[in-house]
């Protein structure tokens, strides 16, 4: 399988960590460069941004979003949402 990951704090981070322990395709992006190279050294492909992320995925794209609820949340739904294809997916 392959998804983006945005979003690399104690959830998403493990959820990275978890997904290519299993032999997934994992493209992130975390707002924190330092944070994107410690899972990039474990074998994700790093992003330096949020297009850059839908870039390096094949359609239809699945892309899970693990920030903090509320303004964040909503504005990485809002970005993506211009951004995605019909059939790509958000969760």
Do not use: F
């Not at 322990?21 to 050294?41: F, L, M, R, W």
């Not at 850059?52 to 359609?59: A, E, N, P, R």
Request: proline share 7%; hydrophobic share 35%.
């Amino acid at each position: 399988m392959e998804i983006g990951m945005i979003g690399l704090g104690r959830m998403g981070g493990n959820m990275v960590t978890r997904l290519l322990n299993h032999g997934h395709k994992v493209v992130c992006y975390d707002k924190d460069p330092t944070v994107i190279e410690q899972y990039a050294s474990s074998g994700a492909i790093p992003s330096t941004s949020i297009e850059g992320l839908i870039s390096k995925l094949s359609t239809p794209r699945k892309i899970w979003v693990m920030v903090p609820h509320g303004e964040p949340t909503q504005t990485t739904i809002t970005k993506l949402s211009d951004l995605l294809d019909p059939e790509d997916i958000i969760i």
